[in-house]
């Protein structure tokens, strides 16, 4: 099936610090999702991407389809303690009624104050 | 706007039970998805729902079912539980599934011992 390579597994850095983790794939999707997770909780959606090419932002975070649609980066400008927690990133192969997302083991992001 | 609410919020059981778990979607969303999260597996697909249908199917054995309501709630059952199914079952919604933002619940943490 489908895997999606996300990188680093995880990051320990120092507040203020810019973050960035990226997904690649073997595979072309049509989607790209961020989702960031926090302990006990489900994932939170960040930013989604439609289209190859997209540089989509959310205040600190900015996010960007690969032009290959291959893969995709998310970046974190000065990180804060509240960043803390996995991201993880998700895609999305067709849409209409063949729904199916695929998310990339997640990157662990620690900060330290 | 209320979230995607997920029952019960953990769960202890022992091997060879089985259970149901439970997921009432956004308001206006007609898809719901089951996410098993593991630490080693991550997040793995295990169906989707619109409209009372299942649509998409993971790779998970036929021990894992589920239905959704015209409601669109729906619920998730694993019988003969064995100890690999201890994980955090997450539901998701969107509002057809196609291609569009999941929206998470907080899971349900299933422990079996």
């Known amino acids: 099936g489908q895997q999606l390579n996300q990188s680093p597994q995880s990051m320990f850095i120092q507040e203020g610090e810019d973050v960035s983790m990226n997904c690649t794939s073997s595979?072309?999707?049509?989607?790209w999702l961020w989702y960031k997770q926090e302990p006990g909780e489900g994932p939170v959606l960040l930013i989604a991407?439609?289209?190859?090419?997209e540089l989509t932002s959310n205040g600190r975070l900015t996010a960007q389809f690969g032009i290959t649609r291959k893969d995709s980066f998310l970046n974190i400008s000065a990180s804060i303690p509240s960043d803390v927690g996995i991201y993880f990133c998700?895609?999305?192969?067709?849409?209409?009624?063949?729904?199916?997302?695929?998310f990339g083991k997640g990157t662990l992001l620690t900060v330290n104050p | 706007k209320a979230g995607v609410t997920q029952t019960p919020r953990y769960l202890i059981k022992t091997r060879g039970q089985q259970v149901t778990l439970s997921c009432s979607p956004i308001?206006?969303?007609?898809?719901v998805s089951w996410y098993q999260q593991t630490p080693g597996q991550g997040l793995q697909f295990l169906f989707e729902?619109?409209?009372?249908?299942?649509?998409n199917k993971g790779n998970f054995p036929g021990r894992f079912s589920g239905r959704q309501f015209s409601n669109s709630r729906s619920e998730m059952n694993v019988s003969t539980l064995e100890l690999g199914d201890s994980a955090l079952y997450l539901c998701?919604?969107?509002?057809?599934?196609?291609?569009?933002?999941?929206?998470f619940g907080s899971g349900t943490q299933l422990s079996v011992l």
């Open positions: 998701a919604s969107s509002w057809s599934g196609g291609g569009e933002k999941l929206f």
């Open positions: 595979s072309i999707f049509n989607t």
């Open positions: 991407l439609y289209k190859a090419g």
């Open positions: 998700a895609g999305l192969a067709s849409g209409g009624s063949n729904y199916k997302l695929t």
């Open positions: 308001s206006g969303h007609r898809s």
């Open positions: 729902y619109f409209s009372e249908t299942q649509r």
